[in-house]
């Protein structure tokens, strides 16, 4: 089973593909939010180096957010198209899902985050020590302090990963130093989600038929779009 995966949540492009034993090629690039341009070249020379062509892809896994809006509609919009095209099934995971995979040997609580801008961060929390990773806060968004309180709630040694508390990581930091809980940081290398991590979760749905029709699949928004938030603003005032 010939495994494509597309990740463009952030500021960059990921793309891998995999034959669900392994992986086979991938590339991750910082888009400097030119992802409309570069994804397209991309798929095609990770197709290439994996030896194969679009027609033996068996199934297109995308990460739906949350993230950034321009990034997301991108990779979701692709994806939907070769899945459509190719008449094949599509999978989307969460990209905070796709942060805790890859810190999966940790037997901490993991915070996954991404930057949300405007001071804030979407957040969810899992345990990885029963197998694959178990959403056990579900995805939020809201202000660095409301992440602390969440993990202060939760009370156990936590693994933190991702961009969005890297942005905010002194504050954080200073926030959870008195509470006494053990705070550990994953690499700076993992904190984007990554279309490699997203191929290994695809490839295990897949074998179960947990996959949707691209008409099914929708983008998972905890807040409206900055463009759809600064109108408001200006209309309230």
Request: hydrophobic share 45%; glycine share 6%; with cysteine.
């Amino acid at each position: 089973m010939i495994v494509l995966a597309i990740d463009t949540s952030t500021d960059a492009v990921s793309v891998a593909v995999s034959n669900s034993k392994q992986l086979l090629a991938s590339s991750h690039v910082l888009s400097d939010r030119r992802h409309a341009e570069q994804l397209a070249p991309i798929i095609k020379n990770v197709c290439e180096q994996a030896d194969i062509s679009m027609r033996e892809i068996d199934v297109v896994g995308v990460d739906i957010g949350p993230g950034l809006f321009t990034g997301m509609r991108v990779g979701i919009a692709s994806a939907k198209t070769i899945a459509q095209v190719l008449d094949v099934p599509i999978i989307g995971r969460s990209s905070l899902d796709i942060l805790a995979r890859s810190v999966a040997t940790t037997d901490r609580v993991v915070l996954a985050t991404i930057d949300a801008r405007r001071g804030e961060l979407y957040w969810a929390m899992y345990r990885n020590d029963v197998g694959s990773s178990i959403e056990v806060k579900p995805p939020v968004v809201g202000k660095v302090s409301d992440c602390v309180a969440d993990v202060v709630d939760r009370g156990q040694a936590t693994l933190i990963v991702g961009n969005g508390a890297l942005r905010h990581r002194i504050s954080i930091s200073e926030s959870l130093e008195a509470t006494g809980l053990s705070i550990e940081w994953a690499s700076d290398q993992l904190a984007q989600p990554s279309a490699g991590v997203l191929a290994v979760i695809v490839a295990e749905l897949a074998l179960h038929e947990q996959w949707q029709t691209a008409a099914e699949l929708q983008a998972l928004y905890l807040r409206a779009p900055d463009a759809e938030i600064n109108w408001q603003t200006r209309v309230n005032l």
